[in-house]
């Protein structure tokens, strides 16, 4: 037999499309070529194929060996094709037998020695296999990684000879569709930061209950060491469990990242903070080979950005269309990637360039002037983008030694915020956030007096379309939170509440 057909999984962006590795072997001159659009790191893996044969007691053919990656125009990077190729080379030579390679589909680096070594990647891979009906082979150090996909067969294996020997029927073929650690994950009542950790700050914490509740945007606006970053930590305490769709989608992301996945934050809420002098590229990803940024790492999760107005303008404007999308596309010359981005922003910042304005102890020395420069470095279009904007005032000294408040734990909080997202899914299937204008239109129906109050607050504070949409949206997480099927005027005055900055507010 001179010529062989082995499937494998590229990667593309969050999509893992499939492969399919045609060997040839011809007479001729002995050599080897790989083509069909391989990068550097594809074609090098010729050199560790051949030494993992040889290294494994298998004959490498002294023949013209030519191996193509279908389809051609399709970009492959990484190592994953080591394991492919080296069986198609097999079985082209007659050393496995060829009939058993249509029911699996191949992915690992090889070492030199012949064992198979972990790669990025696998879930979003192991995703497709089980959609096409596949079984996977791959290396056991992602085996744990690929058994997070239900009903999906795979074989883990470390050696080379290994594979060779379950293809060649020497040893059992076992597939397994679960591993024993596969549902391992934190439970839900141990939590390392705790919203009772917080005191005082009673309208801040509302404001993240209802936060949670809905999945909104939220600003806290206060001076240094009033809580705001206690407060940004503590919310993906009280969000909702992740459903396993949710938990999939952002470990595919952290599967194809640099960072890599790990099981332990397996359907475990992402909490990114990226400092203040990231660049355009590491917050929305990029690259020759486009790499997700921080927002797609936060997907399903919540992205902290501290010291808000500090980040470069430019930067902050490449989250506009991610906000409203929940997706961010990075399009290259010769590729392009799309990743998914649908996180919850929380955002911190001073009052003032010094931090301290209208602060107790009058320390500001800031003049209005400066106050406008350092706001306006948020446009009024990314502001617009987000739903709440509250204040995080000083706590009095006495609140912060008296021990006799009991502050609420975040488990208390989070059962209310389940049960205000769990009314949302049944009436519109996703959060109040997510709403769009039909959705708005048919849910967030109001009465006399809540109307005209909210077209009061529209006409004195100039607020925009999209303003006057997100007050819509709180004001119905806030109804939900209370169990209350109808928004009321109490809703929408709350609601309005939270626009501080639209107070005074001036964009550059």
């Known amino acids: 037999m001179t010529l062989a057909t082995v499937h494998s999984r590229a990667q593309i962006g969050i999509n893992s499309p499939q492969v399919t590795i045609e060997v040839h072997l011809s007479n001729g001159l002995p050599s080897l070529s790989i083509v069909g659009l391989a990068d550097i790191e594809v074609k090098e893996s010729k050199d560790r194929v051949r030494a993992a044969l040889i290294n494994s007691h298998f004959d490498f053919p002294a023949r013209r060996i030519t191996i193509n990656l279908a389809p051609a125009d399709l970009p492959k990077e990484g190592s994953r094709f080591d394991l492919p190729i080296a069986i198609g080379i097999l079985a082209a030579s007659g050393q496995i037998p060829l009939e058993k390679l249509d029911q699996f589909e191949f992915i690992g680096e090889l070492a030199l020695s012949g064992e198979l070594r972990e790669i990025r990647g696998v879930l979003p891979a192991a995703v497709q296999c089980r959609d096409k009906k596949r079984k996977l082979i791959l290396p056991q150090q992602n085996a744990y990684e690929a058994a997070l996909v239900s009903d999906l067969e795979i074989m883990h294996c470390t050696h080379l000879l290994e594979v060779c020997a379950k293809l060649n029927d020497q040893q059992e073929l076992n597939l397994n569709t679960e591993l024993p650690n ?8 141990i939590i390392a930061d705790d919203l009772s950790d917080v005191v005082g700050q009673h309208h801040a914490k509302r404001a993240i209950e209802i936060a949670a509740a809905g999945g909104h945007n939220l600003i806290l606006l206060g001076p240094p060491g009033t809580g705001k970053t206690m407060l940004a930590t503590r919310l993906p305490g009280i969000l909702p469990s992740m459903t396993e769709k949710e938990a999939l989608e952002s470990a595919a992301i952290q599967s194809i990242s640099f960072q890599g996945f790990k099981l332990e934050n397996w359907k475990k809420r992402v909490f990114r903070a990226p400092h203040h002098t990231a660049s355009g590229v590491a917050l929305v990803g990029g690259g020759s080979h486009p790499h997700p940024g921080e927002i797609s790492l936060a997907h399903n999760g919540v992205l902290f950005l501290d010291e808000l107005p500090e980040f470069d303008r430019r930067v902050l404007e490449v989250l506009r269309e991610p906000l409203e999308s929940g997706r961010i596309i990075i399009s290259r010359a010769a590729r392009q990637a799309e990743f998914p981005a649908r996180f919850q922003l929380i955002a911190a910042m001073n009052p003032c360039p010094c ?5 107790p102890n009058g320390r500001c020395h ?13 446009s009024g279009p990314l502001l617009d983008r987000i739903d709440m904007h509250i204040e995080v005032p000083p706590v009095p000294l006495k609140e912060i030694q008296s021990a006799a408040t009991e502050e609420e734990t975040s488990e208390t909080v989070r059962q209310r915020v389940v049960k205000a997202h769990q009314r949302q899914l049944q009436r519109s299937q996703h959060a109040n956030a997510l709403m769009n204008t039909q ?7 109001l009465d006399k007096s809540a109307t005209l109050l909210l077209e009061q607050a529209v006409t004195t504070l100039g607020l925009s379309a999209r303003s006057h949409n997100r007050i819509l949206k709180v004001a119905r997480t806030i109804a939900d939170l209370k169990n209350e099927d109808n928004i009321s005027k109490h809703h929408i005055s709350e609601a309005i509440g939270y626009r501080r900055l639209d107070r005074g507010f001036a964009s550059a």
Not at 366 to 378: E, F, G, K, L, N
Not at 439 to 445: E, L, N, P, S, Y
């Open 366 to 378: 800031c003049t209005a002037d400066q106050v406008q420069r350092y706001r306006s470095r948020i």
């Open 182 to 189: 596969k549902n391992t994950t934190i439970p839900d009542d």
């Open 439 to 445: 959705d708005i239109k048919r849910f967030c129906q």
């Open 355 to 359: 931090g301290y304005l209208n602060h």
